[in-house]
Each structure stands twice: as C-alpha cells, then as structure tokens.
C-alpha cells in the first residue's frame, strides 16, 4: 500500500465542500459499515480506498481498487466525523437518470437537514421507492451526515434536482396538517409524494394533488419529516 502526499491529502480535503465535489464528480465517504455495504452494491463507483497505519478491516477490501496509508496528521485533515473510523473511500458521483413517470417517487422540497433527507434516502430504498425528486435548495446528498444516515441506500435510490413537480405526474399527493386523514385515502399508483421544509412545509402545491395528513392523538405540533415519510410510505404499502 502506497501513501499519499500532503499535496495529495489537500486535494482532497477540498473534496468538503460541494462545489468541488461536483466540480470534479468525486465525494468522500468514511466508516466500516458503509464502506462494506458500498463494496457490496456499487464497487465500481470506488476510485480509491484510505486507511490509517496498521489498520486491518474485518471485511476483504478489494484487490481492484487502489489503497492508500493515511498518516494520523492526514486523518485528522481528512475526517469530518467527530473520530476518524480509521477507513475511508474516494467516490465517483454516481450518474442520475431522469424521472421516470411510470415509477413512484417521492418530492422533496427544500429539505435542509443532512440527516433528514439521509433517513429518507435509506427509507424510500427499504420501502423499494425507486427515485427521489429534490428541489435546488435542498441539502446536497454528498453532504457527509447525509451519506452517513443513508448508508449505501443512496446508491440505490435515484436522486434527481428538479424545479418543480414534473407536468406529467398524473396522482400527486402532498404531506399536509390540513390534509384528508391518511387512512381514508386509496393511493393511486405511479404516485408522487411530496414532502416539505422542516419548518415551512410545503409552499408550492399543484391544484389537483390530493391533500394527506396524519392524524394527531397527542398534543406534538409536528412530526419529524424523516418519521413522517415513514409513516406514509407504510400507510401506502398497506392500503
């Protein structure tokens, strides 16, 4: 295993900032347990793995792949975890499809926490959700806590930035307190749902999507966006 320079270590340290991670089409990812999901699923987006000295994963790292010694200075430099987890991968961006109107997808509009739109990454993918429609001002995916709540589920689940909700979505149904209450609705498919800002909700709402809410038995003003797409997704899976 080869180390990389402090020229090298800088480069990618840029890597942290979004802008030139789609610049260059590359993001950084960091821990065991997604790493060992990612070599599993999506060993072909892996450009190059970094480990600290003298650590050995208890998984097979792949003989196909470049892997390089980082020094503790390095990680330290690198990181964007409280502790470094002693392994990290260099990404290639994955490439994004288009919207697919025969599938199901969620909107998502101008959702800002990394960890919110990272839970709703892995469970759009555990509910087999195939794509996920984001608004510009969304949290990026490669944002570092994102990918870590996601785990490899974004490499699953088509991520695509668009502007408004596709014209030719046909059954659009929109997350909202003042909505039909979830059980009295028989979701048509291929549905879109649309979730909105953490404290905002939703701003934009085309006039033939159907209203939905979850009806309240506490006093709890709201309900977590990550939760709450949880429940919808269940609650359209059962009806």
């Known amino acids: 295993m080869n180390r990389i320079s402090q020229n090298q270590c800088k480069e990618l340290k840029k890597l942290h900032l979004s802008k030139y991670r789609y610049a260059r089409q590359e993001f950084l990812i960091e821990g065991d347990k997604i790493i060992q999901e990612i070599i599993q699923d999506g ?40 502790v470094f987890p002693k392994i990290m991968a260099l990404m290639r961006i ?28 892995r469970t759009c993918d555990w509910y087999g959700i195939p794509q996920i429609l984001l608004t510009p001002d969304c949290v990026d995916i490669y944002n570092p806590k994102t990918l870590q709540a996601s785990m490899g589920s974004f490499l699953r689940v088509n991520c695509i930035t668009v502007e408004e909700i596709p014209q030719n979505a046909s059954n659009v149904y929109i997350a909202d307190l003042q909505g039909i209450p979830i059980e009295q609705i028989t979701f048509q498919e291929p549905f879109i749902l649309q979730m909105g800002n953490e404290s905002k909700g939703i701003q934009n709402k085309l006039p033939h999507a159907v209203s939905v809410t979850i009806p309240r038995i506490g006093k709890a003003e709201s309900l977590n966006v990550a939760v709450a797409t949880a429940v919808f997704l269940e609650r359209i899976r059962t009806s």
């Open 43 to 82: 060993l072909s987006w892996i450009k190059a793995i970094y480990v600290t000295e003298n650590y050995v994963p208890q998984y097979t790292l792949p003989h196909s792949v470049p892997i390089y010694v980082l020094t503790s200075a390095q990680s330290k430099q690198l990181t964007q975890m409280q």
């Open 94 to 121: 994955p490439t994004v499809s288009e919207y697919n109107p025969l599938q199901n997808a969620l909107f998502l509009e101008s959702i800002r926490d990394p960890g919110n739109l990272g839970t709703i990454i």
